[in-house]
């Protein structure tokens, strides 16, 4: 049996130096970019630390961020995460806490697309992976910046047509990005009043490996393959830099309720 003092002994817990200097020293504010390995995320990390942010650029690859961070030097913070794994929440915690972080933006920027194939022969699993990643990986990192949101401070998230847009053999990524798209319109109206304004924004098609993934597709799994074999030999995908740039005045030129007021598209609004 525990006595007394023993039981009260463990619910105190005296704060090691390191915790001493975080509670006595101001919050720093940071950009999150989750996805920041490749692409859009990528861009966007290495557009936000050059132009003065100072970015937590999160991905799986380890390799390819401290690729960007000799790039883009120490502005430039890589966190190694899977979105998608159980202890995500308490890792990115922690290490919001460890460095004394306040969450001004957050750009959503992580994506899969593959297995293309017709939707009834996708396996249950991958269909899991793909609102894993879009959508429950989301709602994690939400979750994660709860108590180290910035006032105010803004999200995007980079969703696409195919949310809208029915694509066969896209089936998996059409069928979550949906799903992605209406947990944004409803997490708009539960975050405003707390001071989180959260877009979604479309960038139209990129140059990234979603793109060159649609490019390689059987034709007779993905007849849309098409549209994408005609956008890039007309030249009109998108560079990722280009939609690293728009995010970037999304982020820091547009007033805070404009922003907050609608969705975005680089096509349209850039
Ligand atoms: N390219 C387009 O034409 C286009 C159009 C509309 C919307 N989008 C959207 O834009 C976003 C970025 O895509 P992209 O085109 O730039 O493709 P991309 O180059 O393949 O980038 C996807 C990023 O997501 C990361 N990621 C995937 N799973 C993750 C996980 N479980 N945890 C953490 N990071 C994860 C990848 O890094 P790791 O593999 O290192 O984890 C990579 O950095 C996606 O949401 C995509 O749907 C793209």
Same mark, same amino acid.
């Given at each position: ?49 050059? *132009? ?31 979105? *998608? ?32 194939? !017709?939707?009834?022969?996708?396996? *249950? ?26 006032? !105010? ?21 059409? *069928? ?46 993905? !007849? ?15 560079? !990722? ?30």
């Amino acid at each position: 049996m525990i006595s007394r003092t023993a039981r009260f002994n463990t619910q105190i817990r005296i704060p090691n130096l390191k915790e001493k200097l975080t509670m006595n020293s101001p919050q720093r504010n940071a950009s999150i970019v989750v996805g920041a390995s490749s692409g859009i995320g990528k861009a966007t990390a290495l557009h936000l630390a050059q *132009t003065g942010n100072r970015v937590v650029a999160i991905a799986r690859n380890p390799e390819a961020l401290a690729e960007c961070a000799r790039v883009a030097g120490t502005r430039f913070e890589p966190l190694a995460l899977d979105i *998608t794994a159980d202890d995500a929440q308490s890792n990115l915690q922690v290490f919001l806490r460890d460095h004394n972080y306040a969450v001004k933006n957050l750009v959503y920027a992580a994506g899969v697309v593959k297995p293309i194939q !017709p939707l009834l022969r996708s396996e *249950t699993s991958d269909l899991e992976r793909h609102f894993a990643t879009h959508v429950t990986g989301f709602l994690t990192l939400l979750r994660a910046c709860e108590s180290f949101w910035h006032n !105010p401070a803004r999200v995007i998230v980079v969703n696409s047509d195919s949310a809208t847009t029915a694509r066969a053999g896209w089936g998996l990524y059409c *069928t979550s990005k949906a799903a992605l798209e209406m947990a944004c319109r409803v997490l708009q109206l539960e975050l405003r009043e707390s001071g989180v304004a959260l877009a979604c924004v479309k960038p139209g098609p990129v140059s990234t490996s979603i793109v060159d993934a649609a490019l390689s597709a059987d034709p007779a799994d993905f !007849p849309d393959r098409e549209v994408f074999v005609h956008a890039k030999e007309t030249g009109t995908l998108a560079d !990722p830099d280009q939609i690293a740039e728009f995010f970037g005045q999304l982020l820091e030129n547009v007033a805070w309720d404009e922003f907050a007021s609608r969705d975005w598209d680089y096509r349209t609004d850039r």
